[in-house]
């Protein structure tokens, strides 16, 4: 049902099961545009965390490990409040991890600070 709310309101969604960064890419590639990322922003579980013994690889995970079944969209400054009132019907939560960028770029940074993580999500073809 959630992903019903989706309609007319998102510009682009994928669903993650690839990883993050694979799908999100797919978007970026067919949209061609860029994304910055803040992974602090990304909704990581105290158990995953807790796993991995750090943050930063529980960050590293969810930005890279596939089988999430999640979707990744993409919605405008314009139309995030109207998203945000009929994802609230259904009981999702929503988190907003970055912002689309004209230029094609790939950016990703905690709290403004960038970094430099060489990622990739599941590839079918390796």
Known sequence: LAG????????????????????????????????????????????????????????????????EYELCFTVSEQNRGSLQSALSYSGCKVTCIGQIRPNGTFELHD?????????SGFDHFK
């Open 4 to 67: 019903q709310a989706l309609v007319g309101l998102a510009s682009s969604a994928i669903d993650i099961s690839d990883g993050l960064i694979s799908d999100i890419k797919h978007i970026l590639k067919r949209s061609q545009v860029g994304v910055s990322i803040d992974v602090s922003q990304l909704p990581i579980s105290s158990e995953l965390v807790q796993f991995l013994d750090d943050k930063v690889s529980a960050q590293q995970y969810a930005l890279s490990s596939g089988e």
């Open 111 to 119: 709290n403004n600070q960038p970094l430099d993580w060489d990622l």
